[in-house]
């Protein structure tokens, strides 16, 4: 197939190299999200800084991350999956080392840049890479499970991952991790991957729009960061995010009428893909606003320190995984589409549970709402990526698989922000001590199950056998 990924040899060994280059990036990629946190008070002290500068720490990343992310997709179609997988991790290494060499704010604030620019060419990169390994239906959808579990244990383990390494090594080890991991990703890719030069004359998507996506994607990102600090109703909060806003109208019109669209018009007419969207935004959600309350809950109600905290969640990063490793055989037999809402009820019923549990009960008690909630999200978000996937082409994959990545980060953050906002509010109007708002985890299971619903009703998943449908070639 022109321009598809291969590896250097046909046995079974060069693909395993691959794939697990692949996940490895992918983890220390998502897990950078959340392990730099722990260690922000200590970084803080040492380099004398402001707390506002303390924030910019973690913002840069996810900022950079976000708002890269969409225009990385078309990176990787125009460069090829080699070549922007060695660019990508590249420029995120390097990230990596600067913020472990640094004596200074502004040169970790740029490292941090670097990291999120380079993770935002890298994700979807390695989606696309998969797609590529494994045409498959039943072998990628494993694959795509094994993924999405190792984004959202990333995701949990870094506070454990990160209080770990300051505790051991100091806050330089947190980002110097990544360095001897990126260097043997690069040396692997090098010397599995076989060069794809095909991809070198595919012309590139409509530069003015991806123009538009990166600076509409930063500034609605930089709003909903600045709205976690200042709130929703600050004027820099507001001001960026209509200018986002306005810019994302703008690039959705410039879309429709170019001729080279980032995001191609045969997917944004494809049922199925634009359930994907939305699937993977409800469930980035609901996911991310429960561990965001969950960790606030331990720490303030149960007096657990941020290890145990995270330690404490780990029900639910072992059902996710379990859940996503079992994907392919249970959406073989059911479908995308029953799979979906199956996971998706097994979610909302496990959150309810969790809202609705005293803060004061015996840790117990959380353990099995915590493994429906885990097992939930672990086969609907890689059942809403394949169900998506399938319907790209051999030259879209890298943007289309951006698109999707993209709407779960969006529901990540908003997430944390707007779930944040609401315990803070409640917490202030009813004189309650923080963490003892259990009210708030009900909404986002009502999401989830308002989620399932749009998948039920929308039926735009049903494909025959599997409802995946291995696309090898371009349309």
């Known amino acids: 197939m022109p321009g598809r990924l291969s590896v250097r040899s046909r046995g079974k060994g060069s693909r395993l190299s691959a794939v697990g280059t ?33 924030q910019w720490i973690a913002n840069s990343y996810t900022l950079a991350f976000a708002g890269v992310l969409l225009s990385g997709g078309a990176i990787v179609d125009r460069l090829g999956r080699r070549r922007a997988f060695l660019l990508s991790q590249s420029v995120f290494t390097l990230g990596a080392f600067m913020c472990t060499v640094s004596n200074g704010l502004t040169f970790l604030i740029l490292g941090r840049v670097s990291q999120g620019v380079g993770a935002a060419i890298l994700v979807p990169c390695s989606l696309a890479m998969i797609v590529d390994l494994f045409p498959e239906a039943r072998q990628r959808a494993k694959a795509v499970g094994i993924w999405s579990a190792i984004n959202a244990i990333a995701l949990a383990v870094g506070p454990v991952v990160g209080g770990a390494l300051l505790g051991w090594l100091g806050w330089r080890a947190v980002f110097g991790i990544n360095i001897p991991a990126g260097l043997l990703a690069i040396v692997v890719a090098c010397l599995v991957l076989l060069p794809d030069h095909t991809r070198a004359r595919r012309q590139i998507a409509d530069p003015a729009g991806i123009i538009l996506a990166l600076c509409a994607s930063t500034l609605v990102a930089f709003a909903v960061v600045e709205a976690t600090d200042r709130g929703w109703r600050a004027p820099t909060v507001i ?4 200018a986002g806003l ?32 939305l699937t993977v935004l409800c469930v980035g959600f609901a996911y991310s606003s429960a561990l965001f309350l969950l960790a606030i809950q331990f720490q303030a109600s149960r007096d657990y320190s941020p290890i145990v905290a995270g330690l404490a969640l780990a029900p639910a990063a072992v059902a996710m995984a379990i859940a996503s490793t079992l994907l392919g055989r249970v959406q073989d037999k059911l479908g995308a589409r029953k799979v979906m809402q199956i996971g998706m009820l097994a979610g909302a019923v496990g959150l309810v549970a969790l809202g609705l549990t005293p803060p004061y009960v015996d ?46 980060q969006f529901g990540l953050v908003m997430g944390v922000a707007i779930l944040g906002a609401l315990q803070s509010a409640t917490t202030a109007s009813s004189h309650a001590h923080i963490g003892e708002v259990p009210d708030i985890a009900v909404l986002a299971g009502g999401l989830t199950a308002l989620a399932f619903g749009v998948v039920l009703s929308l039926g735009g998943t049903r494909q025959g056998r599997g409802d995946v449908t291995p696309v090898v070639g371009s349309r």
């Open 363 to 408: 840790y117990i008690a959380l353990v099995l709402p915590l493994v429906f909630f885990g097992a939930g999200m672990g086969i609907t978000l890689p059942a809403a990526n394949n169900a998506g996937l399938s319907r790209v082409t051999a030259d879209n994959s890298g943007v289309g698989s951006a698109a999707i990545e993209s709407s779960q």
């Open 239 to 242: 001001s960026t995010l209509s």
């Open 246 to 277: 306005v810019g994302l109208v703008f690039f959705a019109l410039r879309n429709l009428q170019a001729k080279r669209p980032v995001l191609p018009h045969e997917l944004l007419r494809d049922s199925v893909f634009r359930t994907s969207l």
């Open 22 to 54: 692949i996940f490895l990036t992918v983890f220390f990629a998502m897990l950078d999200l959340s392990v730099v946190n722990v260690a922000l008070p200590t970084i803080r002290e040492e380099l004398s800084t402001a707390y506002s500068g303390m």
